[in-house]
């Protein structure tokens, strides 16, 4: 069985834009919501979505089927433009623990919405989410990525291995040092 | 079963357990399941590392705000709007200066050769192109670094892909 995205990849970078309006309807949802999540800022996803899809359209017809998956090669480029824009905003506003949380420990744009099941549980959900980004954006970026693309993204760890350049082992190793952070940040909800 | 303070159940160790767990395994099957089922401390650890999952999967698919979908949908249409690198014209300034360079050479070589055979007659159509040469290769080498530095200063800036 031929993966749908290659065939619509291989027409895509041969020049066939609906093909590539079929990848963008595939994928558009996918990558928004990872870019939130890894940018924790709403604004700084839109922004780079949008630089990712104009790569995207230069790069197109540089896309190698053989080398990986249109996904991974999508969401590569999207780290890798997430990561440049967040370190270009670290430089720019010079050094900073935590770029995003201001004095008072507010983000100052609170980009992602989630909750908790259950109407009874909202506030208590927002809040558990609110301190899952922070402690989301206080990861490294490579764990922060590979936490993201695993358990957001859904990718396997040959996938996130391919995507990272790094060993399968690495890759492992990585995602179980990140969720074991966001672990220990986030004890108190779990200990309640 | 093992003693459970020594931190071993069954054939797995809780830190085994947790790290699988961490890496996304699921809690309800094979011998993950079995020790899950014996071992509090790693039953509490599966529900609080399956709500963390859980929670990080959500929003895993956002709709981009109306105007910014709009925006992208029109790009992708009309690839013409994007500069594209690839679609640049395989002529590059360092190989122009390569070609135009040995081409200069080769005929300076041409034009050494004809003037030792020539006789006095013939020398003056040979100086004549000499000359002319020499404007050519001044007008080239006034150029060459100009169409470089604009190159290099703003019309493929940001346009090449990391991947």
Known sequence: MTDPDLDLARLARSGDRKALAQLYERYRGRLFGYLVRLAGDRQIAEDVFQEVWIKVLQAIDRFEPAAGSFRTWLFRIASNASVDRMRRDAVRSGPALDARVDRTGERRIDGVPSDLPGPERVGEGRAFARDLSRALERLPEAQRTAVLLRHQQGLSYAELAALLHIPEGTAKTTVHRGVKVLREELAEWSDE | ?163
């Open chain 2, 1 to 163: 079963m093992r003693n459970l303070r020594s931190g071993r159940m069954s054939d797995l160790r809780c830190e085994e357990v947790r790290e699988r767990l961490a890496l996304g395994e699921p809690a309800h099957e094979g011998d993950l399941s079995r020790h899950i089922t014996r071992c509090e401390g790693c039953r509490l650890e599966a529900e609080r590392i399956g709500a963390l999952l859980g929670l990080l999967a959500r929003d895993a698919e956002l709709d981009p705000p109306e105007h910014l979908d709009a925006l992208v949908r029109t790009l992708l249409a009309t690839p013409s709007l994007v500069r594209s690198p690839v679609a640049r014209p395989f002529f590059r300034p360092g190989i122009a200066a390569g070609l135009a360079g040995a081409g200069f050479l080769a005929l300076l070589t041409a034009l050494a050769v004809a003037w030792a055979q020539a006789g006095a007659a013939e020398k003056a159509p040979l100086m004549a192109i000499v000359f002319m040469l020499f404007y050519v290769g001044l007008s080239m080498t006034a150029t060459l670094p100009l169409w470089f530095l604009r190159h290099k200063l703003g019309l493929t800036r940001g346009s090449e892909v990391w991947t």
